[in-house]
Nanobody
Framework: QVRLVESGGGLVQAGGSLRLSCAAS????????MGWFRQAPGKEREFVVA????????RYADSVKGRFTISRDGAKNAVFLQMNSLLPEDTGVYYC?????????????????WGQGTQVTVSS
C-alpha cells in the first residue's frame, strides 16, 4: 500500500518561504501524477499543483502561479513544494497526493493516495 508523509510546514510571516516535502513508499513514481492540495479552516480542499510522472510537466492553480514550484527528487521517491512570497490566504493544511493517471488532474477524487497533511500558517 502506498504511504505518503508530508513535512516542512510551519509558521511564517507574509512574504516568507517554506519548502514542503512528501516522502512516498509502496510504489514506483513515473507513470502517475503527484499533486498538492490544501484545505483552509472551514473550507473545501482545493487543488494547488500537479506534476507529471516524468517530472517535466506541471499544472498550477492560478492562485499560486509564479510563487509555488513543485519538483521531484532524483530518485522519484519524494515530491517537494517550494512556496515563496507566501500570503495569509495560503494558510491551511497541505496534502500530498498520488493519482494513477498522467493527466495532471485538478480533481481531488482522482487522487488515490493521500498523506496526513502538514500545517502551513502565514501571518499577516
Amino acid at each position: 500500500q502506498v504511504r505518503l508523509v508530508e513535512s516542512g510546514g510551519g509558521l511564517v510571516q507574509a512574504g516568507g518561504s517554506l519548502r514542503l516535502s512528501c516522502a512516498a513508499s509502496g510504489r514506483t513514481f513515473g507513470i502517475d501524477t503527484m499533486g498538492w492540495f490544501r484545505q483552509a479552516p472551514g473550507k473545501e480542499r482545493e487543488f494547488v499543483v500537479a506534476l507529471s510522472g516524468s517530472g517535466g510537466i506541471t499544472r498550477y492553480a492560478d492562485s499560486v502561479k509564479g510563487r509555488f514550484t513543485i519538483s521531484r527528487d532524483g530518485a522519484k521517491n519524494a515530491v517537494f513544494l517550494q512556496m515563496n512570497s507566501l500570503l495569509p490566504e495560503d494558510t491551511g493544511v497541505y496534502y500530498c497526493a498520488l493519482a494513477l493517471t498522467m493527466t495532471m488532474t485538478r480533481i481531488s477524487h482522482d487522487y488515490s493516495y493521500w498523506g496526513q497533511g502538514t500545517q502551513v500558517t502565514v501571518s499577516s
